[in-house]
T-cell receptor
Framework: TQLLEQSPQFLSIQEGENLTVYCNSSSVFSSLQWYRQEPGEGPVLLVTVVTGGEVKKLKRLTFQFGDARKDSSLHITAAQPGDTGLYLCAYFGSNTGNQFYFGTGTSLTVIP | NAGVTQTPKFQVLKTGQSMTLQCAQDMNHEYMSWYRQDPGMGLRLIHYSVGAGITDQGEVPNGYNVSRSTTEDFPLRLLSAAPSQTSVYFC???????????????FGPGTRLLVL
């Protein structure tokens, strides 16, 4: 079940630049989660957004849940090489077995 | 706490061979699951367990078996490996068997499997 579309698929930027990645769907979600997966490691939960229009900040990372709860964005300010990784969004399917379903991810490379 | 541990880190199999991927957690989590991650496909759920003795199928269960004899361990068995099972496998756990959209899943470091 691939209800989540993430864009861009790949992103390569210079250290210090800003970027935004997107997680879009035509479905309404009760919440969305964002994970970061570093090379050779498992995903790590960054944040869960639950209210339409909600904005959460985690240091230089800003997460927003769309007003209609169909989409979410992750904005990184002044990217650093340590931000390199795969960013995944996921939704919880309460109508489909109470499981989490993941998007295909955005692979970010920050060049020093 | 070690969190979620997986062994082995890497494995190469020939078609038709069997193997068991090990997963253990020391957080006393009720819920454990196995995902596979393939390029362009994201993470897909294979099997899951809500407690010792209870397992169920996820999105892509064919070719895999699981068992949960203890709270801590949740091994994944490939009975007859196929090239289509070449993937990276992640084990995950979370605190409660009663799922919530706001729960935190903890992932292991993964097992990279190549089936020739």
């Amino acid at each position: 079940t691939q209800l989540l579309e993430q864009s861009p698929q790949f992103l390569s930027i210079q250290e210090g630049e800003n970027l935004t990645v997107y997680c879009n769907s035509s479905s309404v979600f009760s919440s969305l989660q964002w994970y970061r997966q570093e090379p050779g490691e498992g995903p790590v939960l960054l944040v869960t957004v639950v209210t339409g229009g909600e904005v959460k900040k985690l240091k230089r990372l800003t997460f927003q849940f769309g007003d209609a709860r169909k989409d979410s964005s992750l904005h990184i300010t002044a990217a650093q090489p340590g931000d390199t990784g795969l960013y995944l969004c996921a939704y919880f399917g309460s109508n489909t077995g109470n499981q989490f379903y993941f998007g295909t991810g955005t692979s970010l490379t920050v060049i020093p | 706490n070690a969190g979620v541990t997986q062994t082995p880190k890497f494995q190469v199999l020939k078609t038709g061979q069997s193997m068991t991927l090990q997963c253990a957690q020391d957080m006393n989590h009720e819920y454990m699951s196995w995902y596979r991650q393939d390029p362009g496909m994201g993470l897909r759920l294979i099997h899951y367990s809500v407690g010792a003795g209870i397992t169920d199928q996820g999105e892509v269960p064919n070719g895999y078996n699981v068992s949960r004899s203890t709270t801590e361990d949740f091994p994944l068995r490939l009975l007859s490996a196929a090239p289509s099972q070449t993937s990276v496998y992640f084990c995950a756990s979370s605190y409660k068997a009663t799922r919530s959209s706001q729960e935190t899943q903890y992932f292991g470091p993964g097992t990279r499997l190549l089936v020739l």
